[in-house]
């Protein structure tokens, strides 16, 4: 077998155990086609390299001191994310200026507001910046700084020094996850200290998540919901949740989701 096929099932692997959160070996070789023997095979060596945790015939993902890799990311949620990226490409006019920060929810929106006319762009996260190649008349400036290859982006200090230097109509961003109580969390403080820089360049601030994101518990927070302008997720938030955004005057945006499928 090629590598590269190899790889991509043990994507496609982690990709659905980071949707259902828990599978058997079985219950993975039928979604993916082959042998249950194949699939003990990778879940041995996806075990071994601390991507996995077997135990009694289930299967479930380790806690990861960070994100897993970023192809795996992109199938995970993928229409809800493209839902998601409509109701923001909504939200913002021609001619805005924007800061994009990073991941596959924001990199989805970056693909829809390149049919925008005239933005200005100001984002950390390259694969934005590639969505904007063909985009009419826009403008698009890159954070600075070393490069994390395996999501292609930046998140260190650079970056951060980068966003202030800019004022933008809107911000557009992600988490890592967001807890039942509300609270917004992520996988370390570079990640942390992104957002923050990013929140303050912006009149305006848009979060952006999937479901699975909802209910993550992870290690660093900073900030909840309602101290953002808007929510852009089809997670269902608790009611107590929902009273908190509305009393601090953060809007829950209504996500479509038919609209989306000429774009797939």
Not at 123 to 133: G, L
Not at 163 to 188: H, Q
Request: charged residues 25%; proline residues 2%.
């Amino acid at each position: 077998m090629r590598r590269a096929d190899l790889n991509r099932r043990r994507d496609q692997i982690i990709a659905l155990l980071s949707s259902n959160g828990e599978l058997t070996a079985t219950d993975l070789a039928k979604r993916l086609d082959v042998s249950v023997q194949t699939i003990r095979t990778d879940l041995r060596d996806l075990d071994e390299a601390f991507l996995v945790q077997r135990r009694n015939g289930i299967v479930r993902m380790r806690q990861q001191p960070e994100n897993i890799g970023y192809s795996p990311r992109m199938s995970i949620s993928r229409m809800e994310k493209l839902n998601i990226a409509l109701a923001v490409r909504n939200l913002i006019p021609d001619g805005a200026r924007v800061a994009l920060g990073t991941g596959t929810t924001v990199e989805q929106c970056a693909n829809f507001l390149a049919s925008k006319e005239k933005l200005f762009v100001a984002t950390n996260n390259i694969h934005a910046v590639m969505a904007f190649q063909q985009a009419s008349e826009a403008v698009v400036v890159i954070a600075g700084g070393t490069v994390r290859l395996r999501d292609l982006d930046m998140i260190g200090s650079a970056s951060s020094d980068f966003f202030a230097n800019y004022r933008v109509d809107v911000a557009v961003f992600s988490c890592g996850g967001v807890s039942d109580s509300g609270e917004v969390l992520d996988y370390n403080m570079d990640e942390i200290a992104a957002r923050k820089a990013i929140v303050s360049c912006a009149k305006e601030t848009i979060l952006v998540f999937d479901s699975e994101k909802h209910g993550k518990d992870l290690p660093c927070r900073m900030h909840n919901l309602w101290d953002y302008n808007k929510i852009v997720t089809l997670a269902e938030l608790d009611a107590s949740v929902q009273e908190q955004c509305a009393a601090h005057g953060c809007e829950i945006v209504k996500v479509p989701k038919a609209e989306v499928v000429q774009k797939i």
